[in-house]
């Protein structure tokens, strides 16, 4: 099809070359639509709350299917498991964001993952994963993918060597995160991009933590990227979604794999991921502030052991993430002296931050992840993956960094001028 089958908007925008434009302006104007005005004339796009759609006639119904087979009527569609014009408008806006060519929004994060392995491995397929890797998506490779004869090397997070040599005949994806969660381990994305292109691998970022603000994996040679749209995207702890995020080619055919496994996301959260996005940028900026005041106050604590944040110098990937990274993101993971019950101590006496799992939202919350993510781990296990009794995961809002430190402040003072309590 050339762009004279096209609807006239669609022409105007296939032609015009695409103008870089920042963050915040993508955030709050991508994916409005070609023509203004919207529906009604709307301001925001409206939510279109249907289950399936209309057709005049016969004649208007295969004309669409004679459009759909040769790839036109992408404005439209017939069933809601297939597209929504709310959740287009959300996809959009999540495709510039992330320099990409097209978006597909999913019902959760985890199923964003779960659809594109499944969509992208046979039976008989390899992967190779980060050993740092969210756990539940180590825990699908190992388990429910073996389940169908695909099988899963994990290598150490930064061993290129140990990557390179993974990688087998077979081998049909690389996944990894960057950053890491607790760690906040950050990938060579160029690196890892050329030794999968060097293979003819496809590769598989994982850039929750870094959200598109940060860093944009696509623009580094990576094939596709994810997020969990539930955490920085969204930015106000109300909704579930997930997203994957690449070039035309790749995202058509996993659209066609949603359309079979069904994971899809509804219009009502659509339309409000679409609004949380708006302020995506304005969020990050004071999320980056946030992380570093708070990561460079904990590393001079003489109560704290170890800080792990990008945006540190004693970080060991601090390099890497100063050379790909805009800002190096509002979460900050650290160990304090002393065992599980004084980590669990200090985190009662904090009086800001709340107790939960998750990240990227206004409110600032903290975990304690031996008894959190891990709780049901033995003490041996958690050890073996890295998991320390004393680690403590503080995933910063936008609160006043100067309240958030003041608060850490006083709780680490607590604990240790009354060690057997307060």
């Known amino acids: 099809m050339t762009t004279s089958d096209l609807q006239p908007q669609t022409q105007i925008a296939a032609l015009a070359p695409r103008v870089k434009r920042g963050p915040s302006t993508e955030a709050v104007h991508a994916g409005a639509g070609a023509a203004r005005p919207n529906a009604y004339h709307a301001l925001t796009v409206p939510v279109v709350q249907t289950a399936t759609y209309t057709f005049e006639d016969t004649a208007d119904?295969?004309?669409?299917?004679?459009?759909?087979?040769?790839?036109?009527?992408?404005?439209?569609?017939?069933?809601?498991?297939?597209?929504?014009?709310?959740?287009?408008?959300?996809?959009?806006?999540?495709?510039?964001?992330?320099?990409?060519?097209?978006?597909?929004?999913?019902?959760?994060?985890?199923?964003?993952?779960?659809?594109?392995?499944?969509?992208?491995?046979?039976?008989?397929?390899?992967?190779?994963?980060?050993?740092?890797?969210?756990?539940?998506?180590?825990?699908?490779?190992?388990?429910?993918?073996?389940?169908?004869?695909?099988?899963?090397?994990?290598?150490?997070?930064?061993?290129?060597?140990?990557?390179?040599?993974?990688?087998?005949?077979?081998?049909?994806?690389?996944?990894?995160?960057?950053?890491?969660?607790?760690?906040?381990?950050?990938?060579?994305?160029?690196?890892?991009?050329?030794?999968?292109?060097?293979?003819?691998?496809?590769?598989?970022?994982?850039?929750?933590?870094?959200?598109?603000?940060?860093?944009?994996?696509?623009?580094?040679?990576?094939?596709?990227v994810v997020h969990s749209a539930t955490k920085y995207l969204s930015g106000h702890n109300d909704l579930l979604a997930g997203v994957a995020i690449g070039r035309a080619g790749l995202i058509d055919s996993l659209r066609q794999a949603l359309g079979v496994l069904g994971g899809v996301s509804d219009p009502h959260n659509a339309a409000l991921l679409a609004r949380g996005l708006k302020?995506?940028?304005?969020?990050?900026?004071?999320?980056?502030?946030?992380?570093q005041a708070v990561a460079e106050f904990l590393e001079a604590h003489p109560r704290v052991s170890r800080v792990w944040y990008p945006g540190l110098r004693s970080h060991p990937d601090h390099a890497i993430a100063r050379a790909q990274m805009l800002g190096f993101g509002g979460v900050v993971s650290f160990e304090i002296d002393g065992s599980l019950e004084e980590a669990s101590r200090f985190i009662d006496a904090l009086e800001i931050p709340l107790i939960a799992p998750s990240l990227g939202g206004c409110e600032t919350l903290v975990e304690q992840p031996a008894l959190m993510s891990y709780y049901e781990l033995s003490t041996e296990e958690r050890l073996a993956v890295g998991i320390k009794d004393n680690l403590v995961r503080l995933a910063l809002g936008v609160e006043d960094a100067d309240d958030l430190i003041a608060d850490l402040e006083q709780a680490l003072a607590r604990i240790y001028s009354d060690p057997k309590g307060f």
């Not at 964003?112 to 756990?135: E, K, N």
């Not at 302020?279 to 992380?291: D, K, P």
Request: with cysteine.
């Open 61 to 224: 119904l295969c004309a669409f299917q004679e459009a759909r087979m040769w790839g036109g009527a992408r404005d439209r569609t017939e069933y809601g498991r297939y597209g929504n014009p709310t959740v287009a408008a959300c996809e959009a806006k999540l495709a510039a964001l992330d320099h990409g060519d097209g978006a597909i929004l999913f019902a959760s994060g985890m199923s964003a993952v779960t659809t594109v392995l499944l969509a992208m491995l046979p039976t008989g397929a390899h992967i190779v994963i980060g050993d740092d890797c969210y756990r539940r998506t180590r825990q699908f490779c190992l388990t429910f993918l073996k389940r169908l004869g695909i099988t899963t090397t994990v290598v150490p997070m930064g061993d290129f060597a140990a990557l390179d040599g993974a990688i087998q005949p077979h081998t049909r994806l690389i996944v990894s995160e960057s950053p890491t969660n607790p760690y906040l381990r950050v990938v060579d994305l160029v690196r890892l991009a050329e030794i999968a292109q060097r293979h003819g691998v496809k590769t598989l970022i994982d850039a929750t933590f870094a959200t598109p603000v940060n860093q944009c994996p696509l623009d580094f040679g990576i094939d596709l």
């Open 279 to 291: 302020t995506l940028a304005l969020r990050v900026q004071r999320q980056n502030e946030n992380g």
